[in-house]
DNA sequence: AAATGCATGTAACGCGTTACATGATTTT
DNA sequence: AAAATCATGTAACGCGTTACATGCATTT
């Protein structure tokens, strides 16, 4: 958002050294690969291709296809090759912070007991899919064809797997206590009318 | 960013349960508690204020000082509790990802392996500090006197600890292998030019 | 004398999401 | 017949950061 200058179009850069791709098979590629990490729009990706082409970072030429529309492939350039370079020679800034999950609890005092714990629970389930996945990806890359990128998607996926148990470790621990003060809250006559029994 | 609604609003609202504030102490309070998981610039924070107080809100008054300037006084509401109420009753949207330092861990194999190096080690470097400042934000927290908050915040800061302990592992190991990888890269004819011994 | 801290505010700028538009084909 | 998939794009909108403006007091 900021005044720190975008890496959209380095990103793209950067997939297209794996393989020349169109816009399209960007965002899934994005989405399926750096997806836990990163993410990008399509209303990010189109005018951010046709900036890199004007520029000559990539080289566009259309395919024709029979009964799906045209797709227009993006290969990278040498130019784009030295662009990708200097971002990557770039230290990356520290991100400014924003969860809003923990904001929330910050001020679980206004809140109910039973939304926080909603919330933690939700995120909880969220992230363990995600973690599941990454495990799974884990395994395809360990299993597949080596690429001279191997190492370094294995370093970003277990540090998804390690910040992820760690999230859910917590989630364990603080559904607990939510669970105590939940149960202080209903003692105390803040209890709801709810049916007991078959319903 | 997006149209998922800003909740700059809800945390000055949110603050200002505590105990009311001027737009400066928001900043200050903002970065010295909820700032690992949450932060707000003043360009943010002083238009918001006016308009919170525009729809009542919040109440401001001005409180002269001596030598320094005058102060703007902000503290919140029946309809403000209201409007945070409703706020806090909304799920938390999990976030779009966006992690750089891992996106260009990912994109390793087109860039040197000691700057990669170098960003995890800050990084660690970074994130160790910001660890101890938790760990000295929860000392003061038990030790503290009692507030309604104090269970939540604690869930918090602990939020914050486990990721940052994980993210430390996870910065060993990988300095480790980056290390092996910038061996191998050395004895395969990558060496620089370098002087060994008195400069 | 210069810089820093206190304190409030406005303006510029651009990034990024959502929504919309289009249109053919295949699936339900 | 309707919905989903493939595929590319544009426009609106607003959030959020940075930079700038102001001015007094204290510290260096």
Request: net charge positive; aromatic share 8%.
């Amino acid at each position: 958002m900021p005044r720190r200058s975008s890496s959209t179009m380095d990103v793209l850069l950067g997939l297209l050294t794996i393989e020349p791709m169109s816009g399209y098979d960007l965002g899934l590629t994005i989405r399926s690969s750096v997806g836990f990490f990163w993410s990008e729009s399509y209303g990010q990706i189109y005018p951010n291709l046709k900036k890199l082409a004007a520029n000559g970072f990539v080289n566009a030429k259309t395919e024709r296809q029979k009964g799906k529309p045209d797709r227009r492939i993006y290969s990278i350039t040498g130019k784009g090759r030295e662009r990708l370079a200097n971002w990557l020679a770039l230290e990356p800034q520290p991100e400014i912070p924003r969860n809003e999950l923990l904001l929330k609890l910050f001020f679980g005092a206004q809140a109910s007991p039973e939304s926080l714990t909603q919330y933690v629970d939700r995120m909880a389930q969220r992230e363990g899919a995600v973690l599941a996945r990454i495990a799974q990806v884990e395994r395809e890359i360990a299993a597949g064809k080596q690429y001279p990128g191997t190492p370094y998607w294995r370093m970003a996926a277990r540090f998804g797997q390690l910040e992820l148990e760690a999230h859910l470790r917590w989630a364990k621990q603080t559904l607990g206590e939510l669970r105590k003060i939940a149960d202080k809250h209903r003692q105390s006559g803040h209890r709801k009318a709810k049916h007991h029994g078959n319903q």
